[in-house]
C-alpha cells in the first residue's frame, strides 16, 4: 500500500516536471531556482527540473525517430 503510494506520487512528480519542462522549452519561461534562499531545497529543486529536461528530451527522440510523428510546418 504504502509502496504503491509512493510510486504513483514519483511518477507524477516525474510527469509535473516533464511539463515544466516542456513549457520552458516552448515558451523560454522557466521556474526560478535560485530565487530559493536554502541552497539544499534549491539543489532538489534544481535536480527535480532536470529529471524532467531528461524525460522530455527523451519524449523528444522517440517522437524525432518515430514514423508516428512528422514535423507539422508552421
Not at 27 to 46: H, K, L, M, W, Y
Request: glycine residues 6%; hydrophobic residues 45%; aromatic residues 8%.
Amino acid at each position: 500500500m504504502v509502496l504503491g503510494k509512493l510510486v504513483h506520487y514519483t511518477v507524477d512528480a516525474v510527469l509535473l516536471s516533464t511539463v515544466v519542462a516542456g513549457v520552458r522549452r516552448s515558451t523560454g519561461f522557466a521556474p526560478n531556482a535560485s530565487a530559493i534562499p536554502d541552497p539544499t531545497i534549491r539543489s532538489v529543486a534544481e535536480k527535480f527540473l532536470g529529471v524532467g529536461e531528461t524525460v522530455f528530451d527523451m519524449i523528444q527522440a522517440t517522437a524525432v525517430n518515430s514514423s508516428y510523428f512528422k514535423r507539422d510546418p508552421r
